[in-house]
């Protein structure tokens, strides 16, 4: 099943709800569910799996890449997985030429 942009249109928590309602029922189903999304909410949802996490990641050959392939697992545990995507340590655009002119 894949999900994009979960997170439109909705409150933070209603969000955080409907992460947690598809896990439990993707787990009791035995579904593999991808989810996309630019939140920094539901992304937090997973800071205890960082594992599960999969990032688009500049420079990389392969396409999307497991977030502890990024960050060190170990150090990931310490950061809101959201906020860290937000400050650009992971996740980030590409730098492009000119946006700053």
Known sequence: VG???IESNQH????RVLMGAIQEEAEGRKLTV??????PVL?????????????MERGRPTQPVR????????????FDLGELYSNLEYG??????????
């Not at 991808?34 to 939140?39: I, K, L, P």
């Not at 949802?45 to 999969?54: A, H, M």
């Open 34 to 39: 991808v989810c996309a999304t630019h939140s």
């Open 43 to 55: 992304l937090d949802v997973f800071r205890k799996e960082p594992e599960r996490v999969w990032v």
């Open 67 to 78: 977030l502890t392939e990024v960050k060190d697992s170990v150090w990931l545990v310490h």
């Open 92 to 101: 980030a655009p590409p730098v492009v030429r000119g946006d700053d002119d």
């Open 3 to 5: 999900l994009d942009e």
């Open 12 to 15: 933070p928590h209603a969000g």
